[in-house]
């Protein structure tokens, strides 16, 4: 069984930073590819960005492109998602997500979830003054 941790989340003001880390015990993160996922309260989930497992190729979302950067660090088995320049629109709680078959056997996807075949619980962030 696939567990992701996540963490990182808080409380920032509007133009501040954090660093979401997700981690992984029993499995290797390198050999899967990755995807942050947020849910705002009262909207639908949301792709922010993902790192396909074999080239590290990255995808972002629109709304983020410019601001969040996903990276990996294999020898700490851990992604992580910088997030700068942090708006009020990007408060909601932040998912990782795993998967390695299907789309995202050699790529990694935004808009199909439900290619992801491991979940973390999340971690909230919350942009406000």
């Known amino acids: 069984q696939v567990q992701l941790v996540e963490s990182g989340g808080g409380l920032v003001q509007p133009g501040g930073s954090l660093r979401l880390s997700c981690a992984a015990s029993?499995?290797?993160?390198?050999?899967?590819?990755i995807g942050w996922f947020r849910q705002a309260p009262g909207k639908e989930r949301e792709g922010v960005s993902c790192?396909?497992?074999?080239?590290?190729?990255?995808y972002y979302a629109d709304a983020v492109k410019g601001r969040f950067t996903i990276s990996r660090d294999n020898a700490k088995n851990t992604v992580y998602l910088q997030m700068d320049s942090l708006k009020p629109e990007d408060t909601g709680n932040y998912y990782c997500?795993?998967?390695?078959?299907?789309?995202?056997?050699?790529?990694?996807?935004?808009?199909?979830?439900?290619?992801?075949?491991?979940w973390g619980q999340g971690t909230q962030v919350t942009v406000s003054s």
């Open positions: 790192i396909s497992r074999f080239d590290n190729e990255t």
């Open positions: 997500a795993a998967g390695r078959s299907g789309l995202l056997f050699s790529a990694c996807v935004l808009r199909r979830s439900g290619e992801y075949s491991a």
């Open positions: 029993r499995f290797t993160l390198a050999y899967y590819a």
